[in-house]
């Protein structure tokens, strides 16, 4: 019995640093790109959900300098969705934009048919 309890003890050790999150650079990495992504479609320090995607990457960046991994993923992983809703938004807008304009050429067009008749 007294050679269980080495075992059992090197076994605890060793699912205690599996346990240990490790360095989400994975996820920095994607975040980053999902910031980038929300500026080049249009995004400014204007639009909230960037502005916030941007604070939590750098919560998250701090965290990963203290090297606390578990707190750098979630905050990155929040940073990468706010990102992402920025985008999604800037691109609404857009088609919203382009959409009115469409439909103000076809009343013109509308008009223009009208007047010929």
Not at 19 to 33: G, K
Not at 61 to 72: H, I, L, V
Request: proline share 3%; charged share 30%.
């Amino acid at each position: 019995m007294s050679n269980r309890r080495p075992i059992a003890a090197i076994a605890l050790l060793a699912l205690a640093g599996c346990a240990a999150d490790p360095a989400p650079n994975e996820q920095l990495r994607l975040t980053e790109q999902a910031v980038a992504q929300a500026r080049a479609v249009g995004a400014t320090e204007e639009v909230p959900e960037l502005k916030l995607a941007q604070e939590r990457l750098a919560q998250a960046q701090e965290a990963m300098a203290d090297e606390s991994y578990k707190e750098a993923r979630m905050l990155a992983e929040q940073a990468e969705l706010d990102a992402r809703l920025a985008e999604a938004l800037v691109l609404t807008k857009k088609s919203q934009e382009q959409l009115a304009e469409l439909n103000q050429r076809i009343n013109r067009l509308r008009k223009q048919l009208g007047d010929l008749q």
